[in-house]
């Protein structure tokens, strides 16, 4: 079972555009919720996180969304640029435990 | 520099054949994990280790063995591979808080298996 279910598979975009990549989750107790990003031929690195106490966190360009009553956080990358061009995880530790639990992933394009 | 090593990174090896993938990091981080990741299905934990001596199960614990006698390192044993284990491999430490912290990749372990 997806405990962290993540959409779209994949995501073409022009260089300048909005680029926004969904997580939905079904346990109430998750508490972190971090986004990392990996490079072709790379491992994946942090690229931002958000604790549930708060709606929305920026950091440059980038920004997570969080609606804790939808279940839903989501990755919002504004003037999209071809450097961004990556595949995106979202993940959240499983409360109680010290286990890591990733959505599938998103393979971004951003063409010029 | 702070990092995880992984080696080899590159690896073909029979159906069979007992291997081993290392992990080390140098930032004397106490959470260690490992990962594999295939196409459509993300990341999914292996198995990960809290401290020195202590490991425990992720998601897809089987057909893999882990230990954890040093701090800085954490090996992934496949004794009997097989070919649905051929993937690539992660391994990741973090300080502090264990999976609620800043993971820090390696650089990967492409494994195949005939």
């Known amino acids: 079972q997806q405990q962290v279910k993540q959409s779209p598979q994949s995501l073409i975009v022009q260089k300048g555009g909005i680029s926004i990549i969904n997580c939905a989750y079904e346990?109430?107790?998750?508490?972190?919720f971090p986004w990392y990003q990996q490079f072709p031929g790379k491992g994946p690195a942090l690229l931002i996180a958000?604790?549930?106490?708060?709606s929305e966190k920026k950091e440059g360009r980038f920004t997570i969304s969080f609606n804790k009553s939808a279940k839903q956080f989501s990755l919002h990358i504004m003037d999209s640029q071809p450097g961004d061009s990556a595949t995106y995880f979202c993940?959240?530790?499983?409360?109680?435990?010290?286990?890591?639990?990733f959505g599938t992933g998103t393979r971004l394009q951003v063409f010029p | 520099e702070a990092q995880v090593t992984q080696n080899p990174r590159y690896l073909i090896t029979v159906t069979g054949k007992k291997l081993t993938v290392t992990c080390s990091q140098n930032?004397?981080?106490?959470?260690m994990s490992w990962y594999r990741q295939d196409p459509g299905l993300g990341l999914r934990q292996i198995y990960y280790?809290?401290?020195?001596?202590?490991?425990d199960k992720g998601d897809v614990p089987e057909g893999y063995k882990v230990s954890r006698k040093e701090k800085r390192n954490f090996p992934l044993i496949l004794e009997s591979p097989s070919p649905n284990q051929t993937s690539l491999y992660f391994c990741?430490?973090?300080f502090g808080q264990g999976a609620g912290d800043t993971q820090y990749f390696g650089p990967g372990t492409r494994l195949t298996v005939l």
């Open positions: 990741a430490s973090s």
């Open positions: 346990n109430t107790a998750f508490d972190y």
């Open positions: 958000i604790r549930p106490d708060v």
């Open positions: 993940a959240a530790p499983l409360p109680n435990t010290d286990k890591l639990i």
């Open positions: 930032m004397n981080h106490e959470y």
């Open positions: 280790s809290m401290n020195v001596e202590v490991t």
